[in-house]
């Protein structure tokens, strides 16, 4: 076919709109309009929703100090465990708040080094989500301990005792990986955050918010200086927290992985929670994203894209997790170890069919309608779809621990963990404190970071006009930069 | 212990405790007293019965129990602390002495570690031939009843404290209207005791008062065993079984492994002959017919459910079957009145036709047991059979009866009615509990004037009497006993009583005007008048009585009696024919608990957590249906959330009506159900309070053991009980290996071609294992040929490492403490299962799972092979116990040992602490855990460590630091009478152990794990008849293996000894 052809030049020209690609910052806005549009969510006077909400979460965060003192002070019988099953909610818990951690990280670093735009107006909230699920996640493994107040001993501390601790235990391994993987996370976070501080600090009309974030900001200019040293560090951070997205996860596994209890002793378990975790995230990246697009009206910088691929990930990643599960069966059939097909069968078709049977349709079955494109786009959907792996990632936890300890070896040691209400309680306690964290972030600081999107709005691009073929968009962000950080 | 059992031998000069009563006596002795301590002296004076102060003392003064033998009767002399100890006294070492548990018909024979004074463990006594150093589950757990603090602790009149002068104003108006009437007014109520002191005063009484009335009650021992006896053997005779002997054993509803008394040399005769560690070695084999799954039934090779009603016609169709296998003119004569009944439904007459030639067949070593409280006739039948077998004086031992006849309560219900009966004492015993119900006694015991009730613990009759009596516990007081061999057993107290206790000998010799006894003056006397010694020799023989516990008596030769056939078979013609089956008409079967016996041990908190042994039970007692007979009636179990959910039925038994969960229990006869009595008692202290119900209000006099006419009705209520084991079978999982004797014989190795153990691949070792390079290194085997099950491990272990009882609430959350615990299991057809048990400690693995995930170095490997446990290092993750394969790591999910059981969830608001006299019981060598922290076996470490020290000092400056062999037990090895458990080192080539971890039938339980346990099991050895119907012939399931395809990868499959072990980590 010839190009010249007037009816084939139309139909180029269709195909060419159709395949354009979407700029991540929609309706060209302006880049003051970024600064003020995110600047104003936190300058604004907190609106009555935020009163009630925060109340409302910050009264079930209360939860959680009410039932750890509870639980100290009385003993860890206060929760439904038991022999067999010693480990239930609280480190299921545990793997499911650190979980969904994962995203954040996953967002800001590997994501950052792969050069993916559309990061940036996600990473800031998904980020914070990660220190808050951490945070989340630390107390119930610091708290699950029978005697709390001697849980320094997991702390090379050298003492009077003389004893080190044992290496060989993935749970000490868990202890560094987990304070690894927080202070990491944390200094990424903060590092990020210290332009966008600045910009708060320039635009602050009160002394107090200009003594806060002044301090906070400490003391950016802006210069090219800063903004050299700045992007160094945060490529060297990137760098630091990429293989800690694989790894606090696998050591969060060698829990399970390096026992000998049938369901546990898994080789696939590393990677198979590493994608679990990114599944179970950025679910969880969504479900506290849309409604806050929603209110803060911010579909240009958030866009339908954003949530179209992030539904992408949770496709791809919730079939892996589907694989992981359909393979955990066929090894433990190939294996011949009857131990091991009982364990398998027991899940499915035990006393807690009905925790598997919610995980395989929250994380395998549900996902699957990320396939269709109406699903993907239609943010009310997603949300309604993204529940349902936030939830089964929480039964998948429940699954691997508790139906595979109630029923290992012995029959007749084997048993049944029900719930006590202080284990609910603590467990809602977390994630109100978790909503109460993220509701204050909200309030006190810029949820899209703002720097970096300006740097990816169509008009940063010098040769946006001309060009279309994007072959050269990130060149010229620094010089653009320095001007937005006083915009 | 060697050292300590034996006191100085009186050639060094007079025994300790005998010296100090003598040396007391000198004047300059009590001024040296007086002087010393007058303080002390006078406060104690001033309040003697005060715990308070006796505890303060006690340390320093009565510490070493030989000092507190010399003057129990005399507080003064507990004054003297050990200014000059005694020389083989180690402060905070143990100290053992001789003496006894009495029982309804016999005594177990024990010694009780004391330290410092203070009793905490009780062993048998290894010098004694029925105990060999072995005990059981009640002798273990009596210790804990001593320092019950719901124990009574002052003498009451109407519910009102008395002093000692109206005591003694009360003795004294007993005396004078029972001089008045000749003694017609008084009458004596006694549980049963086999104590020569107390028949001896009670002969006394009867010159005294001669018309007063003794009479004794027994809810389960209505002694027609002694009925048949005198039937068959002639007057004052009596029998006991000698297991060790019988080859081929048909116990007819006789638990004799289970409850009936004598179990000790019973379970070690039956042991002795069931114990198959060669092929060459002899089996014997037990038929067993039985209404309920019984311990005995257990270890059954052939078993036959069959109701207490349809006994007689099995019985008689038994004896003619041995009249056909063997004709002889005394079975014609004893069956020639007997009528010919149709036999039991559902009864294979192949079953009783091989079982008879079995039995014929071996002669006079076979040896048929009938149930003791089974009706007269039947047991007279039986003995005529044992006789016309040929196994009386082999198998069937005749002995002189060894107590008095007395009255029974139904008589002296009647003396009562009558109005005749003006003092009523009542010594031991609850009748106002466990009378038969029809009796009304609650009401006939009110209608005498002046009652007076002597007991430890207060119960319902208690309460009911004018007087309530603190009674001692066998622990503080003076007595004796027969054992039953008829050998005569001494009990010496081990500690001043705790409150103001009197013995029944005390109360006894008050009545008869004898002043206060000082010491063991009474049982002296007896001792005196038995032998027939006098002077020194009495005095050397009393002393080695006292100090070995029992009176070396010539062993009688056994001799053959011949039976009067006629008396029994006059008495068959009365055999009932099997009643219909009608499950509106079912039997009720009135039964011992195996945790409180008849109710004795209901305020017992380690009876009470501790397992029933085949319901695996606690805190509750449940009415036993077999599967068909449940449903028959609609009835069911779930287990809903690991918890037991029993339909609750109301039992409707001659117009009395209870109301009690419903337990299916495979195994049990159709149409019939168990009601184990001794719960619900709800005056006998707080731990019996609330647990179980009360069957005895079912039971009447008529019906003591069995009757016709029950019927249970759905209420549609459930119930939850505790049980510690939810799951019955074992999946198919080679955990309890059994085989039968040919198998055996067949395949000496059969174990190893098991299950999963033929398929385990060649071992590749990663890490470096911990060295093994201790000097000793332990192991233990648990022989599960000869393991009854009976649990008695469980309460030893719970005795001698301070395990905490947790409470019905926590059992039922999967929370019980017990370190050893022992699985069952059923086999077999659904209708008609056999049932396996297999005991389970921590099987210090030397490849432990448990070490490797502890993050703080807690639970660690030591060089001798323990997988042992630094308390104070624990953190409480928890991680250990989700890893151990064995599930036998137990956790302290609360302060069990700091806070009230119903308190648990209070935390901070519930009040801490431990009674004062519980803590008297802990064993100061076992740290008391504090909640957070994990606990399990650590092959009673402690005594290793004991054993150790005593080596170091025997060794002196050589360098032989080696434990004997043969010289340290652990508790639960030490308490088992089937001898299943042994323990000891490896390296010690001479070593019990050693020998049966090299047979090939020693296997470990879940080999392919590789974590190389130090507790290894024997394969269970079964001597099926292959004659019999439905006899199974193959037990082990070798999945079609003919040999063992791992023979070749010796190093990384067998039961590695060290040298082994250490050769398969260098790979």
Not at chain 2, 417 to 427: E, P
Not at chain 2, 602 to 618: C, S, V
Request: charged share 20%; aromatic share 10%.
């Amino acid at each position: 076919m010839r190009a010249d052809n007037p009816s084939s030049q139309a139909a180029f020209a269709e195909a060419a709109a159709y395949l354009e690609r979407q700029p991540l910052v929609s309706n060209h806005r302006p880049l003051s309009w970024i600064t003020q549009h995110v600047c104003q969510i936190v300058e604004e006077r907190a609106p009555k929703w935020w009163w009630i909400l925060t109340i409302v979460f910050g009264g079930t965060a209360t939860l959680v100090p009410a039932m750890l003192t509870y639980l100290v002070s009385t003993g860890v019988g206060v929760w439904g465990l038991n022999v067999p099953v010693c480990w239930a909610w609280d480190i299921t818990n545990f793997v499911f708040w650190i979980g969904i951690g994962h995203a954040g990280t996953l967002i800001s670093a590997i994501l950052f080094l792969t050069r993916q735009k559309w990061r940036t107006s996600i990473n800031r909230s998904a980020e914070a989500m990660t220190i808050f699920a951490v945070i989340c996640a630390g107390i119930f493994p610091a708290f699950h301990v029978g005697r709390v107040w001697m849980a320094w001993f997991l702390a090379p501390i050298p003492n009077a005792n003389a004893i080190w601790q044992n290496f060989r235990s993935p749970l000490l391994w868990d202890v560094f990986a987990v304070s690894t993987y927080f202070t990491v996370s944390l200094i990424f976070w903060y590092l990020g955050l210290i332009p966008d501080l600045a910009s708060l600090r320039d635009r602050a009309t009160t002394r107090l918010r200009q003594m806060v974030y002044g301090l906070l900001a400490l003391g950016w200019r802006g210069s090219n200086r800063h903004w050299t040293h700045y992007e160094k560090t945060y490529l060297i951070l990137a760098g630091i927290s990429t293989p800690l997205v694989l790894s606090v996860h696998s050591v969060v596994s060698f829990d399970f992985a390096t026992s000998i209890v049938p369901g546990w002793h898994t080789t696939i378990f590393p990677p198979y929670f590493v994608a679990g975790a990114i599944f179970g995230g950025f679910a969880m990246v969504l479900t506290l994203l849309i409604p806050f697009r929603e209110i803060y009206n911010l579909h240009d910088l958030v866009t339908d894209k954003h949530i179209d691929n992030m539904c992408k990930i949770i496709l791809l990643t919730g079939s892996l997790v589907g694989y992981a599960y359909s393979m955990e069966f066929f090894i433990a059939w190939y294996s011949g170890n009857p131990f091991e097909i009982y364990a398998f069968t027991n899940r499915a078709f035990g006393p807690y069919w009905w925790a598997y049977w919610a995980m395989i349709t929250c994380n395998v079955a549900a996902p699957q309608l990320f396939w269709f494109k109406y699903c993907r786009q239609n943010p009310w959907v997603v949300l309604a779809i993204v529940m349902f792996p936030n939830t089964g990632m929480w039964f998948e936890r429940f699954v691997i621990i508790v139906t595979s300890i109630h029923r290992d070896f012995l029959p007749s040691s084997w048993g049944y963990f029900s719930p006590t209400w202080v284990d609910i309680t603590l467990f809602i306690g977390t994630i109100g404190l978790f909503v109460f964290l993220f509701l204050l972030f909200v309030r006190f600081l810029p949820i899209i970071n703002m720097f970096e999107v300006k740097g990816i709005t169509p008009q940063a691009d010098p040769h946006a006009d001309e060009s279309k073929g994007a072959h050269d968009r990130s060149h010229n962000t620094h010089s653009l930069r320095t001007s937005q950080a006083h915009a | 212990m060697k050292r300590t059992l034996h006191h100085p031998s009186s050639s060094q000069g007079r025994t300790y405790w005998r010296s100090l009563g003598e040396y007391a006596q000198t004047p300059d002795f009590e001024e040296w007293l007086h002087r010393e301590f007058p303080a002390g002296a006078a406060e104690w004076e001033n309040d003697p019965l005060s715990r308070r102060n006796f505890i303060r003392l006690m340390g320093a003064s009565i510490a070493l129990a030989g000092l507190s033998l010399s003057g129990c009767r005399r507080p003064e002399a507990h004054l003297v602390p050990f200014t000059q100890s005694p020389e083989w006294v180690v402060p905070g070492k143990k100290m053992s002495f001789a003496t006894a548990q009495p029982r309804r018909r016999s005594a177990v024979p024990l010694l009780a570690t004391t330290f410092d004074g203070r009793p905490i463990k009780m062993e048998g006594n290894p010098l004694h031939p029925l105990s060999q150093g072995a005990s059981d589950n009640l002798a273990q757990a009596s210790i804990l009843d001593l320092y019950d603090p719901a124990r009574r602790q002052h003498l009451t009149r109407g519910g009102k404290k008395a002093s000692a002068a109206d005591w003694d104003a009360e003795i004294n108006r007993i005396r004078a209207e029972s001089n008045s009437a000749s003694g017609s007014s008084l009458a004596i109520l006694a549980d049963e005791q086999l104590s020569p002191t107390r028949d001896r005063l009670r002969a006394e009484l009867q010159r005294q008062f001669p018309q007063s009335t003794w009479a004794t009650y027994e809810p389960l021992a209505p002694g027609r065993d002694l009925e048949a006896s005198a039937l068959v053997f002639g007057d004052n005779t009596e029998f006991r079984p000698n297991l060790s002997a019988a080859t081929t054993i048909l116990a007819v509803d006789c638990d004799f492994l289970g409850s009936d008394e004598g179990d000790l040399s019973d379970t070690r005769g039956f042991s002795s002959g069931r114990r198959t560690r060669q092929p060459s070695d002899s089996t014997n084999r037990l038929y067993v017919v039985e209404p309920r799954f019984s311990l005995t039934g257990t270890m059954a090779d052939h078993r036959l459910r069959l109701r207490p009603s349809a006994i007689g016609a099995f019985l008689l169709e038994l004896a003619r079957q041995i009249r056909a296998a063997k004709p002889s003119a005394e079975l014609n004569t004893l069956l020639s009145q007997a009528p010919d009944l149709a036999l039991p439904e559902g009864v294979d007459p192949a079953w009783i036709r091989e079982c008879a030639a079995d039995l014929v067949s071996h002669g006079n070593r076979s040896l048929l047991l009938v149930g003791r409280r089974l009706p007269t006739s039947l047991q007279a039948l039986a003995l005529a059979l044992n006789s016309a077998l040929g196994s009386v004086g082999t198998t069937l031992l005749v002995q002189p009866r060894r107590t008095p006849t007395s009255a029974t309560l139904a008589q002296l219900a009647e003396k009562i009615r009558s109005g005749s009966i003006q003092t009523l004492i009542i010594l031991g015993g609850d009748p106002v509990y466990n009378a038969p119900a029809d009796m009304n006694w609650a009401a006939l015991q009110s209608s005498v004037p002046n009652t007076l009730h002597l007991s430890s613990l207060p119960n319902a009759t208690s309460k009911q009497s004018t007087w309530s009596i603190p009674g001692t516990h066998y622990l503080e007081s003076w007595g004796d006993a027969l054992a039953i061999d008829g050998s005569y057993l001494s009990i010496q107290p081990m500690i001043q009583p705790l409150w103001a206790g009197l013995s029944q000998l005390e109360v006894l010799s008050r009545i008869l005007g004898q002043p206060n006894p000082i010491g063991p003056s009474l049982i002296r006397e007896t001792f005196a008048q038995r032998t027939g010694l006098a002077g020194e020799k009495l005095e050397q023989s009393w002393n080695d009585f006292v100090r070995e516990g029992f009176l070396a008596s010539p062993t009688a030769t056994p001799t053959s009696r011949a039976a009067n056939l006629n008396t029994v078979a006059g008495l068959l013609s009365r055999v009932e024919t099997s009643p219909a089956e009608d499950p509106a008409s079912l039997e009720a079967i009135f039964s011992h608990s195996a945790a409180v016996d008849d109710g004795r041990y209901a305020n017992n908190g380690w009876m009470q957590e501790w397992p029933d042994p085949m319901t695996k039970l606690t805190w509750d007692n449940a009415i036993l249906l077999s599967q068909e007979t449940a449903r028959s009636l609609g009835l069911k179990n779930d287990i809903i959330k690991g918890i037991l959910v029993a339909d609750v039925v109301q039992a409707t038994l001659a117009g009395r009506t209870i109301e009690a969960p419903v337990v299916i229990a495979p195994g049990h006869a159709n149409f019939s159900a168990t009601l184990p009595v001794g719960y619900g008692q709800e005056l006998s202290g707080p731990v019996a309070k609330g647990a179980g119900f009360d069957a005895y209000r079912l039971r009447t006099s008529t019906s003591d053991y069995h009757t016709l006419g029950l019927q249970l009705k759905r209420t549609g209520r459930t119930q939850e009980l505790a049980v510690t084991q939810e799951h019955q079978v074992m999946e198919g999982r080679d955990l309890v290996r059994e085989a039968s004797v040919s198998e055996f014989k067949e395949n000496p190795a059969w174990v190893k071609t098991v299950g999963m153990d033929a398929h385990i691949p060649p071992n590749q070792t990663f890490y470096p294992n911990p060295k093994l390079d201790g000097q000793h290194q332990w192991a233990m085997v648990v022989d599960l040929s000869t393991c009854t099950g009976c649990n008695a491990c469980v309460t030893a272990c719970t005795a001698e490492n301070n395990i905490p009882i947790v409470g019905k609430d926590q059992v039922m959350k999967g929370r019980e403490m017990h370190w050893i615990r022992v699985d069952r299991y059923y086999t077999g057809e659904p209708d008609a299962p056999e049932s396996v048990s297999q005991p389970i400690a921590c099987m210090q693995c030397e490849n432990a799972p448990c070490e490797t995930v502890c993050p703080v170095n807690a639970t660690v490997h030591n060089e001798e092979g323990l997988n042992v446990m630094a308390y104070n290092r624990c953190i409480g993750t928890r991680y250990c116990a989700n890893n151990c394969p064995y599930k036998v790591r137990r956790f302290n999910f609360f302060d069990y040992n700091q806070r009230a059981l119903d308190k648990l969830y209070w935390g901070p608001l519930a009040p801490k602490g431990t009674e004062e006299t519980i803590k008297l019981q802990k064993n100061p060598n076992v740290t008391v855990r504090m909640r957070g922290v994990m606990e399990k076996c650590t092959f009673c470490v402690q005594r290793i460590e004991d054993a150790k020290i005593s080596a170091r000092v025997r060794a002196r400056d050589s360098a032989d630091l080696k434990i004997p062999t043969g010289t340290l037990k652990t508790a639960c090895q030490q308490a088992c009478p089937a001898e299943a458990i042994v323990f000891g080192d490896l390296l010690d080539e001479s070593s019990e152990v050693k020998k049966l971890r090299d047979l090939p039938q020693n296997y470990s339980l879940l080999e392919y794990l590789n974590v190389r346990p130090r507790l290894t099991y024997l394969g269970r050895i079964r001597n099926p008849n292959p004659a019999m119907p439905g006899a199974r012939t193959h037990y082990a399931p070798s999945h079609g293996h003919t040999e063992n395809h791992s023979a070749d990868k010796s190093t990384a499959t067998s039961h590695a000894t060290p040298t082994q072990t250490k050769q398969g980590s260098h790979e």
